[in-house]
């Protein structure tokens, strides 16, 4: 049957992180924080990149991160580094079959063994991590 | 000689009936459609009265029985044991033969097809692909000498053998995780977790040595790789087969963290 | 080449940054932030070998990482032969140019021609 026909959520439904439970939360930050450090990379390389034409393209370039925007945007960048970083330890070990669970009888109600509490509570650790982090960066950043 | 007493019915089991025989009307709406005849979803209307054990389906079978035979609906045993049934209950998939109408604490139910599959016509969808993706992923016991001859003698497993494949093979091909996956909502060509749970489920059968054969079928660019492990397929998942962790402990084959 | 060298080189390529990220941020966190990014500092930083190394360590690294990472979004959003060809190529040459525009930044700063 033609895909046109297809029924498929389409990304509205990828992207949709509100039915499925705190781990599509988790796949759902996971993607925005990685296309997020992904253009900050680009756009950080573009910037670190005026340093060859010498000090005054530099410190023209700086004036971004000094205003209060930059700080706000710098503080991001450094949760959804932090958050990427700690939920993507998670993931991987998950992709290699480690803290998934063990398989056996499935008991009714059918809790499912791979959605279990050491992986939510890994992810809350990594929502707070982050958040510890920006508060971190930001009283550095702001300089209280 | 024993003494039989009849029991008398006590006023806790008739209070306990009066509520069970409670009769609440709720509003049933069923997408229709037909996309091979061009016909865009609509929704019709029903008002059907359900009691505390009226299951979804059977609310939709009142529809067909007394106001609108013309519904399409697919189902066939009525006890979560088929996986004809699945479809979108208030927005999320489930068996409608498991879901009580009275668990969705709503008087208003919205039932449509099941998300990434074709439609048929109104609830029924088209499960061709998934059929074919699981029949790709050699559903079967592979090994040499598995002719039975005279000199054949039986396999034996252990029920810690067996503990390691059983949850997997009671997969119903009801196709819910299909739908809920948010890798399936837009990639055409992705196994999907209802397959990749069955290749490790024979993978993971001490009489079957297929394993490099289904390894090299799922590692492709639409294959196991494409899992994120978000988990939803095992949140829809009406038979406790948590395709989730299926799908990891394979891939832990491909990382070197299983042997 | 095969989806599962790729993805061993992504979660590869992801384990080795998280050390080096980390050096990155925390070496500025802990001296005072506003003299660290300050045009001799960051002079001085490039033209300190091992960290200039390790500067490009991170480059590449997350290049590979961040260009495949959105490889795989891009193969799930669409598929037919012709735009997965061009999606595969792309990031290639997506990490290529950035690897190569980081490294003249570096190189250039390292060897003080700027
Ligand atoms: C340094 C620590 C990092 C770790 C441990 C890490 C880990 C991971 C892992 C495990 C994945 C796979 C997720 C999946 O398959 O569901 C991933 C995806 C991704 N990462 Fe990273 N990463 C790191 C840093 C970065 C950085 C700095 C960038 C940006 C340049 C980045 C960009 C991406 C992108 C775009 C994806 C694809 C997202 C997706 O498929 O959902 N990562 N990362
Ligand atoms: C708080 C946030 C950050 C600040 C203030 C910052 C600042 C800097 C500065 C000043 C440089 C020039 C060399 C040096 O003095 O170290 C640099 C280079 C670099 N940074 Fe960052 N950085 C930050 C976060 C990151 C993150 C999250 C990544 C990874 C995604 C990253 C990747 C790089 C790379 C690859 C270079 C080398 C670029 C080149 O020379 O071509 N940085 N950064
Ligand atoms: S794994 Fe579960 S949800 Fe998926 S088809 Fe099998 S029974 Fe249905
Ligand atoms: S009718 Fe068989 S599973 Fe619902």
């Known amino acids: 049957m033609a895909e046109r026909l297809s029924n498929r959520e389409g990304i509205k439904g990828?992207?949709?992180?509100?039915?499925?439970?705190?781990?599509?939360?988790?796949?759902?930050?996971?993607?925005?924080?990685?296309?997020?450090?992904?253009?900050?990379?680009?756009?950080?390389?573009?910037e670190t990149?005026?340093?060859?034409?010498?000090?005054?393209?530099?410190?023209?370039?700086?004036?971004?991160?000094?205003?209060?925007?930059?700080?706000?945007?710098?503080?991001?960048?450094?949760?959804?580094?932090?958050?990427?970083?700690?939920?993507?330890?998670?993931?991987?070990?998950?992709?290699?079959?480690?803290?998934?669970?063990?398989?056996?009888?499935?008991?009714?109600?059918?809790?499912?063994?791979?959605?279990?509490?050491?992986?939510?509570?890994?992810?809350?650790?990594?929502?707070?991590?982050?958040?510890?982090?920006?508060?971190?960066?930001?009283?550095?950043?702001?300089g209280v | 000689m024993a003494v039989v007493t009849t029991p008398k019915p006590s006023e806790e089991l008739i209070s306990i009936n009066k509520t069970l025989d409670q009769t609440n009307t709720i509003t049933l709406r069923i997408a229709r459609s037909n996309p091979a005849e061009g016909q865009e979803t609509s929704y019709s209307e029903f008002k059907v009265p359900v009691k505390k054990w009226t299951t979804v389906l059977e609310a939709i079978l009142y529809v067909k029985q007394n106001l609108d035979h013309a519904v399409a609906v697919r189902y066939s045993c009525r006890q979560a044991s088929c996986g004809s049934c699945g479809m979108k209950i208030n927005g999320k998939p489930g068996l409608a033969c498991y879901t009580k109408v009275s668990e969705l604490k709503s008087n208003v139910i919205?039932?449509?097809?099941?998300?990434?599959?074709?439609?048929?016509?109104?609830?029924?969808?088209?499960?061709?692909?998934?059929?074919?993706?699981?029949?790709?992923?050699?559903?079967?016991?592979?090994?040499?000498?598995?002719?039975?001859?005279?000199?054949?003698?039986?396999?034996?497993?252990?029920p810690k053998d067996l503990e390691n494949f059983l949850q997997f093979s009671y997969c119903i091909k009801c196709g819910l995780c299909n739908s809920a996956c948010p890798t399936m909502a837009t990639d055409t060509s992705f196994i999907g977790p209802q397959g990749l749970a069955?290749?490790?489920?024979?993978?993971?059968?001490?009489?079957?040595?297929?394993?490099?054969?289904?390894?090299?079928?799922?590692?492709?660019s639409h294959g196991i790789w494409r899992c994120h492990f978000a988990g939803s397929c095992s949140h829809v998942c009406p038979k406790g087969v948590d395709p989730a962790m299926a799908i990891q402990l394979l891939r832990g084959y491909m990382l070197g963290f299983q042997k | 080449m095969r989806e599962s060298i790729i993805m061993k080189i992504h979660y590869g390529t992801a384990l080795g940054a998280v050390a080096l990220v980390a050096v990155h941020i925390l070496m500025r966190m802990t001296q005072n932030f506003d003299q660290?990014?300050?045009?001799?500092?960051?002079?001085?930083?490039?033209?300190?070998?091992?960290?200039?190394?390790?500067?490009?360590?991170?480059?590449?690294?997350?290049?590979?990482?961040?260009?495949?990472?959105?490889?795989?979004i891009l193969l799930e959003l669409k598929?037919?032969?012709?735009?997965?060809?061009?999606?595969?190529?792309?990031?290639?040459?997506?990490m290529a140019v950035l690897i190569a525009y980081g490294s003249r930044t570096i190189l250039m700063a390292g060897m003080g021609i700027s």
């Open chain 1, 14 to 46: 990828m992207a949709n992180p509100t039915r499925y439970g705190i781990e599509r939360v988790a796949y759902w930050l996971q993607r925005l924080t990685g296309l997020g450090l992904l253009a900050y990379l680009i756009g950080h390389i573009y």
């Open chain 3, 36 to 72: 660290s990014l300050q045009y001799q500092n960051v002079i001085a930083n490039y033209h300190f070998l091992p960290y200039a190394l390790m500067l490009e360590a991170v480059l590449i690294l997350l290049s590979v990482h961040g260009f495949n990472g959105l490889r795989v």
């Open chain 2, 110 to 158: 919205t039932v449509e097809p099941m998300n990434n599959f074709p439609i048929i016509r109104d609830l029924a969808v088209d499960f061709k692909q998934l059929i074919s993706n699981h029949k790709k992923m050699k559903p079967f016991i592979i090994r040499e000498d598995s002719e039975v001859t005279p000199e054949s003698k039986e396999f034996i497993q252990t």
């Open chain 1, 49 to 142: 990149s005026t340093i060859v034409h010498g000090k005054i393209a530099w410190d023209k370039m700086l004036e971004f991160t000094q205003t209060t925007q930059g700080h706000l945007f710098l503080t991001l960048v450094i949760g959804m580094c932090v958050f990427h970083t700690a939920n993507g330890i998670r993931v991987m070990l998950g992709h290699g079959g480690i803290g998934v669970g063990k398989p056996g009888q499935p008991e009714y109600p059918y809790k499912a063994a791979s959605l279990n509490y050491k992986q939510r509570l890994c992810i809350w650790v990594s929502i707070g991590l982050a958040a510890l982090a920006m508060m971190y960066g930001a009283s550095v950043l702001f």
């Open chain 3, 79 to 94: 598929q037919g032969s012709t735009y997965e060809r061009m999606v595969n190529y792309g990031s290639i040459a997506a």
């Open chain 2, 198 to 220: 069955q290749a490790y489920r024979y993978v993971a059968d001490n009489r079957d040595k297929g394993k490099e054969d289904r390894l090299k079928i799922v590692d492709d």
